[in-house]
């Protein structure tokens, strides 16, 4: 049974940084072949982030996020991380890791992963 578990959300100012971290038990990094951060806002959709492939070659995010969000994995600590700054109010939402045990043409659909944390809140106050 893999469990996915976040970690490091919280209330920051416009303007600040937050670093999400996601922790995996029952199944290594190493058998992820692609990782990725969801985020859903009260009274709306659940929304893609960012992922990124085993082996970092490919990294793709919401255009809403380019440039401010990064995200990477530690397949050795097998851990992932997605590093948020210049954060801004609409950025609030709960925050979701989600693993994808078999590479597929698909990433950006929660559906196209295999396992998925709880979530983290995070909170970007104006």
């Known amino acids: 049974q893999v469990q996915l578990v976040e970690s490091g959300g919280g209330l920051v100012q416009a303007g600040g940084s937050l670093r999400l971290s996601c922790v995996a038990s029952?199944?290594?990094?190493?058998?992820?072949?692609?990782v990725g951060w969801f985020r859903q806002a009260p009274g709306k959709e659940r929304e893609f982030v960012a992922a990124?492939?085993?082996?970092?070659?490919?990294?793709t995010y919401v255009d809403s996020v380019k440039g401010r969000f990064t995200i990477s994995r530690d397949n050795d600590k097998n851990t992932m991380s997605l590093q948020m700054n210049s954060l801004k109010p609409e950025d609030t939402a709960v925050y979701s890791c989600a693993a994808q045990y078999y590479l597929r043409t698909s990433y950006r659909r929660w559906e196209d992963y295999d396992a998925w944390g709880r979530g983290a809140q995070v909170t970007v106050s104006s």
């Open positions: 990124i492939s085993w082996s970092g070659r490919i990294i």
């Open positions: 029952g199944r290594t990094f190493n058998n992820f072949a692609m």
